[in-house]
């Protein structure tokens, strides 16, 4: 019988145990197209599967991995062929199905699309569902009607994966970016991605007042808690905030005031059920406006045998930019 190396997450008595160990490939979940997988990465809610901080993963034993770039190897959706390139994000992926820290995947070809033209596999993987969802979030700000002129834009988490993508985008798009940090250190670095200012995070650790003095336009929000519900009491008259996150908490201690008084408004952003048509244009305008240079500056790479150890460091905050997994 054929195995695969995975990463394995198995329930016992005592808790949840995590390691490396060969899958029967018998096991494979359901789906009409089987990938083997070349690289994925780390995502936060990677961090939150590995170290079972938070409910992610849903069904046991699981393989962890939301995102996943690799070859077809058998398909019998007529949309994939073996060779062909493609990349997974979500779905459920590293929750309820087998996911992508791992050799060999079976998935449902609905859930693949197709390697955007121009990006390699490994970047790819740079950008996965973080900086996926950093241009959901850039997408969701401009359906809003808002652009450059309007204002600034802050980025709150900057230097973690979703914030990274986010600085670089939004710059590029002719932003005044204002990166939010508890890392002071890296502004440098922020810098270098675009970012006009940096603000230290602890200006929005503390209760928010229901208003207060008129900062920016828009904003990228991967934190929550007390940072969204000040982000949203600074913002300008008119502006939106775009809500992926909860780095620093799920609450939202806010008052109605940023949106009866200011016309605020909240916009809420999901990766992992959006569908295929947006994921394509968020991709595709990926592929063409993220300058591959600052992906490279953002980026490092692992062996999928330090994915465990780098997973526990995602959850405290630990992680600069974006971790390519290497598997084969
Ligand atoms: P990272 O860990 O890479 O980035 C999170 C950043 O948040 C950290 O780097 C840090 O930035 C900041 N942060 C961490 N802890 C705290 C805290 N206690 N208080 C304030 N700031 C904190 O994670 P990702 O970029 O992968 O994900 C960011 C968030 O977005 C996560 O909550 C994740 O679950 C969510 N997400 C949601 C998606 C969706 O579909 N809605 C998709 C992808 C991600 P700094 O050091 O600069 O302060």
Redesign the pocket.
Known sequence: MSTFKAVAIDKTEAGQTVGIRAFDEADLMDGDVTVRVSHSTL???DGLAITGKAPVVRRFPMIPGVDLVGTVEASSNPEFKPGDAVVLNGWGLGETHLGAYAEKVRVRGDWLIPLPQGLSPLQAMAIG??GY?AMLCMMALERHGLRPDRGPAIVT???????SVAVALLAKAGWHVIAS???PEEADYLKGLGAAEILD?SEFSGPSRPLAKERWAAGVD??GST?LANVLAMSKYGGAIAA?????GMDLPTTVAPFILRNVALLG????MAPKSVRIEAWNRIARELDHDKLAAMTSTIPLDQVLEAGKR?VE?K?KGRVVVEIA
């Open positions: 995502n936060y809610k569902t973080a969802t988490g900057a230097v973690g994966g979703v914030g940090t508890g890392r995070r991967t934190v940072t992926c996150g909860l780095a620093g952003v999901d990766s992992v995602i905050g992680i």
